[in-house]
């Protein structure tokens, strides 16, 4: 039976000092250092995610090789609902874990949504721009600057793939504001391949935002034409932090241990991906939980986990909550700060 959720109202400098004792107990003798598989216990984890997405492997390999069970872990999933943020979606779902961007995540908890950024996930946004194959767009494949890429697209249709309203929309506006695009139409297609790849087909959109492993579905298949890899063009997309790993406070204030074991997992579970000798095996399940061709897979094994990283850099996050400020994101007050979303469990 899964641990009752209490009231989110819980403070996150309470999550720290439970944090504090949790890692006074791990080190306190022979039965705090056991794990809880040793122990036969097992704790039951809810993950949220949405389907389809690249960042899912890591999570449904650790699953299949037993990483989780080592330590006493049982996940439970569930789908991120595509009409919800990544915070509200955590509460709609009683989710215990979930992957959002930094500014999904502040912007959450200043609407009472609170959360806290507890294993590090993809350091970059991973958003290519694609257009229908015919486009007559400019490209940076073609040789054009990502400023020529974004000013195109005054007047057009963009599909994206969260609310009007979230971080990742808001960034997207910044950054066609730094090229001086200001009016264009939003269509929220969601986070799924096929809504993207259906709308840059039938022309419903003029260009659609693709994250692993819709991009490279449509990099193999010939099935679109690229624009700009966000993160190589504006500035808002360069230097920021991408997406993390996220929880209630009272997750990690009450299982200190087991928010540490999740993100050790995943790091061991990184480790085994990036392995060429589990190449056979990260490929077979990338392909049965995404439906994307061998071929693809191939591509996204090969481009998308450079990315990946456990890791909460301190400078970095700061530098993003920051700026996210400055750029109207978040707002001013309550102020996000690396203290008061990020909790680095130790168990």
């Given at each position: 039976?899964?641990?009752?959720?209490?009231?989110?109202?819980?403070?996150?400098?309470?999550?720290?000092?439970?944090?504090?004792?949790?890692?006074?107990?791990?080190?306190?003798?022979?039965?705090?250092?056991?794990?809880?598989?040793?122990?036969?216990?097992?704790?039951?984890?809810?993950v949220?995610?949405?389907?389809?997405?690249?960042?899912?492997?890591?999570?449904?390999?650790?699953?299949?090789?037993?990483?989780?069970?080592?330590?006493?872990?049982?996940?439970?999933?569930?789908?991120?609902?595509?009409?919800?943020?990544?915070?509200?979606?955590?509460?709609?779902?009683?989710?215990?874990?979930?992957?959002?961007?930094?500014?999904?995540?502040?912007?959450?908890?200043?609407?009472?949504?609170?959360?806290?950024?507890?294993?590090?996930?993809?350091?970059?946004?991973?958003?290519?721009?694609?257009?229908?194959?015919?486009?007559?767009?400019?490209?940076?494949?073609?040789?054009?600057?990502?400023?020529?890429v974004?000013k195109?697209?005054?007047?057009k249709?963009?599909?994206?793939?969260?609310?009007?309203?979230?971080?990742?929309?808001?960034?997207?506006?910044?950054?066609?504001?730094?090229?001086?695009?200001?009016?264009v139409?939003?269509v929220?297609?969601?986070?799924?391949?096929?809504?993207?790849?259906?709308?840059?087909?039938?022309?419903?959109?003029?260009?659609?935002?693709?994250?692993?492993?819709?991009?490279?579905?449509?990099?193999?298949?010939?099935?679109?034409?690229?624009?700009?890899?966000?993160?190589?063009?504006?500035?808002?997309?360069?230097?920021?932090?991408?997406?993390?790993?996220?929880a209630?406070p009272?997750?990690?204030?009450?299982?200190p241990?087991?928010?540490?074991?999740?993100?050790?997992?995943?790091?061991?579970?990184?480790?085994?991906?990036?392995?060429d000798?589990?190449?056979?095996?990260?490929?077979?399940?990338?392909?049965?939980?995404?439906?994307?061709?061998?071929?693809?897979?191939?591509?996204?094994?090969?481009?998308?986990?450079?990315?990946?990283s456990?890791?909460?850099?301190?400078?970095?996050?700061?530098?993003?909550?920051?700026?996210?400020?400055?750029?109207?994101?978040?707002?001013?007050?309550?102020?996000p700060?690396?203290?008061?979303?990020?909790?680095?469990?130790?168990?």
């Amino acid at each position: 039976m899964r641990t009752p959720r209490h009231s989110r109202a819980t403070s996150v400098s309470a999550a720290l000092l439970a944090v504090a004792l949790g890692a006074t107990a791990c080190g306190g003798g022979d039965d705090a250092e056991q794990s809880g598989a040793e122990q036969g216990a097992t704790e039951t984890v809810r993950v949220m995610m949405f389907p389809g997405q690249s960042y899912r492997l890591p999570v449904l390999i650790a699953e299949q090789e037993g990483m989780f069970k080592e330590r006493g872990i049982e996940l439970e999933f569930t789908e991120q609902p595509s009409n919800l943020q990544g915070m509200q979606g955590l509460e709609a779902t009683d989710s215990d874990v979930g992957i959002v961007t930094v500014g999904t995540l502040g912007q959450g908890w200043q609407a009472g949504s609170e959360g806290v950024f507890f294993c590090g996930g993809i350091n970059v946004l991973q958003t290519m721009l694609v257009a229908p194959e015919d486009s007559d767009l400019p490209s940076t494949e073609d040789g054009a600057t990502w400023q020529e890429v974004l000013k195109a697209l005054e007047g057009k249709k963009i599909g994206i793939q969260t609310p009007v309203g979230s971080g990742v929309q808001l960034l997207f506006a910044e950054a066609l504001a730094e090229a001086g695009v200001e009016d264009v139409t939003y269509v929220n297609l969601g986070g799924g391949t096929a809504a993207a790849v259906a709308a840059i087909d039938n022309g419903s959109v003029d260009v659609a935002q693709f994250t692993p492993p819709g991009t490279q579905q449509v990099l193999e298949s010939g099935g679109g034409k690229p624009l700009l890899y966000m993160s190589e063009g504006p500035t808002t997309y360069r230097d920021y932090y991408g997406s993390g790993w996220v929880a209630p406070p009272e997750f990690v204030e009450e299982r200190p241990e087991t928010a540490a074991a999740f993100c050790d997992v995943i790091d061991e579970a990184l480790e085994f991906i990036r392995d060429d000798a589990n190449r056979e095996t990260a490929l077979d399940l990338l392909v049965e939980d995404t439906g994307v061709t061998r071929p693809v897979a191939e591509l996204v094994l090969d481009q998308a986990y450079d990315d990946f990283s456990t890791e909460l850099d301190e400078e970095t996050l700061t530098r993003t909550f920051e700026t996210y400020v400055e750029l109207g994101i978040a707002e001013a007050e309550p102020k996000p700060t690396f203290d008061s979303l990020v909790v680095v469990p130790q168990g």
